[in-house]
């Protein structure tokens, strides 16, 4: 079974982030890391493609500048190959254009289930993979806590408030994984060592065969109008425990409904 | 010249550290204090195949060197768990035996140095020869086809939780200038007539040190690596890999120490204003953090030179080079990050203050500063030997 796994490249989280005041996007200049959200989808298709006997997982990503540094740690943690997309005209590409060039990408891998986070930590939209499955025809089954396949059929845990539906579905569908799915594992010395020589197949819109006019700032439907500093946080409320702090506790995560 | 990291040395640094940091300082210690052993670490790092990164590639290992060894080690130490057996087991030993040893014994050790599941102690230091190795007078004779070993090592590390030792011995004198002449034996830890007496020492590492007895012990031919009576030149390949992982040890505990400081003087208010800003701190730790870049360039590119050509004289003097200003580098960083956290830099629950007798004895361990000092006065110097 081949599995396509959307991988995000991100900035590193543990480095500042930054906005450019002009086009209000987030400033992408430096090296991109393999969003840990994907780490999950990633170990999952090893796992699946293991478990059907076999089967190749591709990467498909699409990031600025040719970056290639989260699809090396991807590759590393046994991924077959990856198809990445660059192209200047993508900048300001807004979660629908991405979608849009992810949908045309993953049509060359041909794969038998696609796989995707169910939110980037950048971006949090949470929307590309749904868009995807739209845009390809697939069904498109969400928030998964557990995936498994038998004989062109996958079969989704899908996490819900109360707890989970279970969701059976045919294949070639759209998952997006939660955190949690599987534990991602760590690449190896020789996975490390293998990444270096796996093919990387970058491509352009053109090679895509997309109208440059359909993606990118120009054929964005959303825009930035305004960036605001976020609220500071509010104060708490101190609760001064006289013998009765555990009932205020317990009215708190009532009114939390989370008790 | 290049100074970036390639991706591949980036990747590893990122997993080791990442599986060092599901343990952490605290795991470490209390293993220490309990005196219980840090397998788990161990086993996870070793089933990465970080362990066996400079294992040559056709008897399961890495392929790679000591460069990629001794990011192993640092990642570990900056996690703040330096882990002493990595000098002697992968660093040594498996060096010494990938290039001297026969391809039999290579077949016997080199896959579970690879894995991890191998770990040689190395025993070169004795009570009354001191630094000067030429003076070693633990023997083995040779009988039938056996040898026979006899007199005491001490400070060895990790003997009990190796499964053999690497064991430097006189076989003969040269008659020429009365000097030992050496040959390295790999004895099994429960040989008979083998006496382990544990040493304690002031250091809070899950490693013991052992005094070592050797009463008739008895050795089989075929533990003899190398050539008899050349063990102090094959000894010397072992070497430079021993200082370049003692080195990365101390780098990594060097940037344990500054995340700790810097993040503790970024947040901590005494006077309204984050201690941090008081230059009395900042500079001090500005100025640590110029001396451990510089040792770890000088690590870096003593690992280059050991992995391009490990005999090179150049390869000597730069390890020992890096070893001497990592770990004075080192023993700055930490006593400065004790400071600046006041009194919580005594406590056990900031986990600084139990790393000092580590990062004192690599001053001390495995060459003095004095004789690494003595090295390149006469070496790169050529000044007259003193002794
Ligand atoms: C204003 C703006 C400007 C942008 N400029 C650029 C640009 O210059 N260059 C550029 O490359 N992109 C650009 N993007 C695209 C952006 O990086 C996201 O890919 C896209 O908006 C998806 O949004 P999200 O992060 O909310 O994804 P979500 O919908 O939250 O993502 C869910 C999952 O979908 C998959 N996924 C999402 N995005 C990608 C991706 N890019 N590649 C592979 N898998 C993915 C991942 O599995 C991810 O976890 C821009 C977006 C905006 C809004
Ligand atoms: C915790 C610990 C772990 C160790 N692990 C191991 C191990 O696993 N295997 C092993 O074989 N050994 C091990 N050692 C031993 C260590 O390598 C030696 O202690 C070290 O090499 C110093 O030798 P020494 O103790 O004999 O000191 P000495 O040689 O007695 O030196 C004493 C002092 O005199 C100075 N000195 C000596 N000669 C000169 C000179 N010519 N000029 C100027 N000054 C000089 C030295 O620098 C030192 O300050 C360990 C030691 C410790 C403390």
């Known amino acids: ?259 | 010249m290049d100074f970036a990291a390639s991706e591949e040395l980036t990747m590893l640094r990122q997993s080791v550290a990442a599986i060092a940091s599901r343990f952490g300082h605290e795991y470490y210690v209390e293993r220490a204090r309990a005196d219980e052993r840090t397998d788990e670490l161990w086993n996870a790092v070793a089933e990465g195949g970080f362990l066996g990164v400079n294992v040559p590639e056709e008897y399961g290992g890495g392929g790679g060197g000591i460069t990629e060894l001794a990011a192993v080690a640092e990642e570990l130490a900056a996690a703040g768990c330096p882990l002493l057996v990595i000098v002697v087991s992968p660093a040594i030993c498996a060096t010494i035996i990938a290039r001297y040893g026969t391809d039999a014994q290579k077949q016997r050790w080199l896959p579970r140095f690879a894995t991890g599941e191998l770990k040689m102690a190395f025993a070169i230091t004795e009570p009354d020869a001191g630094s000067n190795s030429h003076n070693l007078s633990l023997t083995a004779t040779k009988d039938g086809d056996v040898y026979r070993l006899n007199g005491s090592k001490y400070y060895i590390s990790g003997v009990d939780e190796c499964e053999a030792i690497m064991v430097v011995t006189r076989t003969g004198i040269d008659p020429e200038t009365g000097r030992g002449r050496l040959s390295l034996f790999v004895v099994d830890v429960d040989s008979p007539g083998l006496e382990k007496q544990v040493l304690p020492v002031e250091i809070t590492a899950p490693e013991k040190q052992f005094t070592l007895f050797f009463d008739n012990v008895e050795v089989p031919a075929d533990r003899l690596v190398g050539d008899e009576g050349e063990g102090l030149r094959q000894v010397f390949l072992g070497l430079n890999p021993e200082r370049i992982l003692s080195a990365a040890m101390a780098n990594g505990i060097s940037r344990y120490a500054l995340d700790k400081a810097s993040e503790y003087a970024r947040t901590r208010e005494v006077w309204g204003t984050a201690i941090g800003r008081h230059q009395g701190l900042a500079h001090p730790l500005a100025k640590a953090k110029i001396d451990l870049e510089l040792a770890r360039l000088m690590t870096e590119k003593a690992a280059w030179l050991c992995d391009h050509d490990g005999d090179n004289p150049e390869a000597g003097e730069a390890s020992n080079m890096a070893k001497f200003a990592a770990a004075d580098a080192a023993g700055v960083a930490l006593d400065q990050a004790i400071q600046t956290h006041g009194g919580n830099g005594m406590s056990s629950e900031y986990g600084l203050a139990d790393l000092w007798g580590m990062t004192r004895l690599l001053r001390i361990a495995p060459v003095s500063r004095e004789m690494i000092l003595n090295y390149v006065a006469q070496h790169s110097l050529r000044l007259p030997r003193s002794y």
């Not at chain 1, 749904?130 to 845990?157: I, R």
């Not at chain 1, 408030?161 to 955190?179: I, K, R």
Request: proline share 6%.
């Open chain 1, 1 to 259: 079974m081949n599995v396509a796994v959307c991988v995000k490249q991100i900035p590193d989280p543990a480095a500042p982030p930054a906005l450019d005041p002009g086009t209000k996007n987030l400033v992408r200049d430096g090296k991109l890391i393999l969003d840990d959200s994907d780490a999950y989808g990633v170990e999952m298709a090893l796992q699946l493609a293991e478990a059907a006997g076999g089967g190749e997982v591709t990467l498909v990503s699409m990031a600025p500048n040719g970056e290639t540094s989260g699809l090396r740690t991807a590759l590393a943690m046994g991924a077959a190959k990856a198809i990445l997309v660059s192209d200047p005209a993508l900048a300001g590409c807004d979660a629908l254009g991405t979608a849009k060039v992810l949908a045309a990408a993953l049509k060359r891998a041909e794969p038998d289930l696609i796989l995707a986070a169910t939110e980037s930590s950048d971006g949090y939209t949470g929307t590309t993979p749904v868009q995807v499955a739209e845009l390809m025809g697939l069904p498109s089954v969400t928030f998964a806590k557990k995936v498994s396949t038998e004989g062109g059929t996958v079969k989704v845990e899908r996490q819900t408030e109360a707890g989970y539906d279970e969701v059976v579905s045919p294949l070639p569908a759209v998952v997006t994984v939660t955190a949690g799915v599987v534990e991602p594992r760590y690449p190896s010395f020789k996975g490390i060592m293998a990444a270096k020589s796996k093919p990387v197949e970058t491509l352009t819109v053109a090679d895509l065969g997309l109208d440059a006019a359909s993606v990118g700032s120009a054929g964005a439907r959303q825009e930035i109008t305004n960036v605001a500093e976020a609220e500071a946080r509010a104060a708490g409320e101190i609760v001064v425990d006289e013998g009765e702090g555990h009932l205020k506790v317990i009215e708190f995560l009532e009114q939390l409904k989370v008790i």
